[in-house]
């Protein structure tokens, strides 16, 4: 157990996986409450809009009114997502609320890639190559590679670990060609099918072939393997996890209509907590505001914890009905 | 990894479990489906009523109706929960159809014991005492001892090995002195403290105490750490678990209204199918009864997968477009 890191990252998706996919509408107001709330829970690490097509993406039409209207909490940084140029001069015109950096994120499945890109995985590498230029010209790093479908694909199957270091690989090259120095790796499981056995071997490869990057897991609890598959990340020191309060979220490609998506960031936070690792999360601060994720669009979301509630208050009872001495 | 079990045993607890629970009213028939539903997954235990006080859980009025009911398949041991001498008569007279068999139930947390039996762990042992005495006299032999909150408690906190461990070996010496051989031991988390380090370590000093006992875990996903928690007992080579279909029931008494509570069977199911482990269940109709159990109680089940379906469907997609040989 000696690989357990000392400190977990939480990189808090939900504003950005949630409303976009929710049936909504939300408010725009409601959507900076919930940024505004993550900020004052110890997250230091939260991706708030999706500058994205609003005609794909309804939920997102208001993403400038929002990343206008929330509040930058000192020690926060707050990212944006975006695919396309027009989405990045979107995300630019905020510089001085977000944090913007470049990604080459790539897909180990080319059907996904399809699906999900709508082009095949060389043609996608071609926009990415056009993608590292743009970002060049606007000064912007590019220092993370991600591998979408890294555990499996509901259209395809199983995805190997060749396959997905192979994915990968070919975003590293494009990298490097282009004079970037990458820093970190998203492995992501964008529909599901992470488990634990999976998470061991796909971090071990990667970690063997790219001893220096920094691994973050993005794993999904669609079909119920999301904790112990992070769990077994922890087992072998991984300490970057993207995820979502509450369970926000989901994937609107993934082909399965009302599938649970990112695993809980409070489901995580107490997961490290038991274990004797820090997150620098107020535990307690972040349930409530996944109680509110949940009262903000109107149904059950699918973390368990926000409906038990975490130990503290349970060890509190237990402390005060000790003989105190007199 | 060598420890892993070669093969996994489910107990299914969800009738038992859900339909003491759930708000209702369930009609006698759809309980007598839902129990005749897994008798054809391959499952083969399958614990279906509770003869308790009809005043005290409603919900189970019905118990003698539904064993009565429900079709006995061959190769299924068919179980039922009790607790007084009044529940015991009245599994007795389904003894053709009910595999009737006494255990010694204590709890590890005093508070619960005051809250869940309403005696103190002391009382309570007097009472398992005297039942003791009844089932000897029924020929109906004890061969299990089962600690409940072995984990941790809402009402008191943390639930150390050492107080786990006591309880057990009460119950253990009341067994001894009762000239009653147990083979079987339930660690219980009746209230969802579990994690995968709290399995481990109460696992490996229940091994260290008793080596020829059985370790059965019933773990509650109530805080989102059941399955991870299974995964560690797997990986000890912890080969029984209770679950429940779908995520059925929870713990009527552990004071959080709405919290899920056993892992969902089909969860454990595919974490062990994935491990290579095998069950003897066809996790594509347990899916379908556990579509069938959120029919049945008409809302919501805590269980993701039976929203996102197993990986059969999608592995048969990918099989379906391999380039054919001529």
């Given at each position: 157990?000696?690989?357990?890191?000392?400190?977990?990252?939480?990189?808090?998706?939900?504003?950005?996986?949630?409303?976009?996919?929710?049936?909504?509408?939300?408010?725009?107001?409601?959507?900076?409450?919930l940024?505004?709330?993550?900020?004052?829970?110890?997250?230091?690490?939260?991706?708030?809009?999706?500058f994205?097509?609003?005609?794909?993406?309804?939920?997102?039409?208001?993403?400038e009114a929002v990343v206008a209207g929330m509040r930058k909490a000192p020690g926060v940084e707050y990212t944006a997502l975006w695919f396309s140029n027009a989405g990045l001069q979107r995300a630019l015109?905020?510089?001085?609320?977000?944090?913007?950096?470049?990604?080459?994120?790539?897909?180990?499945?080319?059907?996904?890639s399809k699906i999900n890109l709508n082009r095949t995985r060389a043609e996608?590498?071609?926009?990415?190559?056009?993608?590292?230029?743009?970002?060049?010209?606007?000064?912007?790093p590019v220092k993370r590679v991600g591998v979408m479908a890294a555990f499996g694909c509901n259209y395809s199957g199983d995805v190997s670990v060749a396959q997905a270091i192979e994915a990968a690989d070919e975003a590293m090259a494009l990298a490097?060609?282009?004079?970037?120095?990458?820093?970190?790796?998203?492995?992501?499981?964008?529909?599901g099918w992470c488990t634990p056995d999976r998470t061991e071997a796909l971090v071990g490869a990667v970690r063997e072939k790219w001893p220096d990057l920094h691994v973050i897991l993005h794993l999904h609890d669609t079909r119920g393997m999301g904790v112990a598959s992070a769990h077994a990340g922890l087992r072998l020191g991984v300490s970057s996890f993207d995820s979502t309060v509450a369970g926000l979220g989901g994937c609107p490609f993934?082909?399965?209509?009302?599938?649970?998506?990112?695993?809980?960031?409070?489901?995580?936070?107490?997961?490290?907590?038991?274990?004797?690792?820090?997150?620098g999360v107020d535990l307690d601060k972040l349930i409530e505001v996944a109680r509110m994720a949940e009262r903000l669009v109107g149904h059950p979301l699918p973390s368990t914890l926000l409906r038990a509630g975490g130990f503290r208050a349970c060890r509190m009872i237990a402390l005060r009905s000790e003989p105190q001495a007199a």
């Amino acid at each position: 157990m000696s690989d357990l890191p000392k400190r977990v990252h939480i990189r808090e998706e939900g504003p950005r996986e949630g409303f976009q996919i929710e049936p909504g509408p939300i408010s725009t107001e409601d959507k900076v409450r919930l940024i505004n709330g993550l900020s004052e829970t110890g997250i230091d690490h939260i991706q708030t809009v999706s500058f994205v097509n609003a005609k794909a993406v309804p939920g997102w039409a208001d993403a400038e009114a929002v990343v206008a209207g929330m509040r930058k909490a000192p020690g926060v940084e707050y990212t944006a997502l975006w695919f396309s140029n027009a989405g990045l001069q979107r995300a630019l015109a905020f510089r001085d609320k977000l944090h913007v950096t470049g990604s080459l994120i790539v897909s180990a499945s080319d059907t996904f890639s399809k699906i999900n890109l709508n082009r095949t995985r060389a043609e996608h590498l071609e926009v990415l190559r056009k993608q590292v230029d743009k970002l060049r010209s606007h000064a912007v790093p590019v220092k993370r590679v991600g591998v979408m479908a890294a555990f499996g694909c509901n259209y395809s199957g199983d995805v190997s670990v060749a396959q997905a270091i192979e994915a990968a690989d070919e975003a590293m090259a494009l990298a490097a060609s282009a004079g970037e120095r990458i820093e970190d790796i998203t492995l992501a499981d964008s529909m599901g099918w992470c488990t634990p056995d999976r998470t061991e071997a796909l971090v071990g490869a990667v970690r063997e072939k790219w001893p220096d990057l920094h691994v973050i897991l993005h794993l999904h609890d669609t079909r119920g393997m999301g904790v112990a598959s992070a769990h077994a990340g922890l087992r072998l020191g991984v300490s970057s996890f993207d995820s979502t309060v509450a369970g926000l979220g989901g994937c609107p490609f993934a082909g399965i209509a009302g599938a649970s998506g990112n695993i809980a960031s409070e489901e995580l936070v107490l997961l490290c907590h038991e274990m004797g690792i820090e997150t620098g999360v107020d535990l307690d601060k972040l349930i409530e505001v996944a109680r509110m994720a949940e009262r903000l669009v109107g149904h059950p979301l699918p973390s368990t914890l926000l409906r038990a509630g975490g130990f503290r208050a349970c060890r509190m009872i237990a402390l005060r009905s000790e003989p105190q001495a007199a």
